[in-house]
């Protein structure tokens, strides 16, 4: 895996995204540091020799980036209802930043994409696309007081 040089600079950056993540001490600081998270681990996935991998990758971005803008969304909203006391559910903003955390990490009833991108990638980037991409969005869910929407997940996976 750490052929070149490029390769160890993307797994460090990931690893710099996952810490920033956790460390973060706002929302918008962790959806930074999953979107760094997200753009080091696409060019580990893409090998020019492959076109299964080059679907993955695609196919990884754009599941990645829809989960990104909703999660944005939510705390945006988020943020309005705390300073603005809009009249918007706590728990459905909830609701919705744990779905699309649980769509980051693959996590059922979310795991629609993770079965047919496995099949593009090699040995290694299957390693941390099934471990190491997961630290980041469940710690984010640990946050979160959501036992109900955590316990159905759990009954469909």
Known sequence: MFNNSSKILFVTMMIIGTLITVTANSWLGAWMGLEINLLSFIPLMSDSNNLKSTEASLKYFLTQALASTVLLF????????NQMNYEINNSLISVITVSTLLLKSGSAPFHFWFPNLMEGLTWMNALLLMTWQKIAPLMLISYLNTNKILLISVILS
């Open 74 to 81: 939510s705390v945006i909203l988020l943020m309005l209802n």
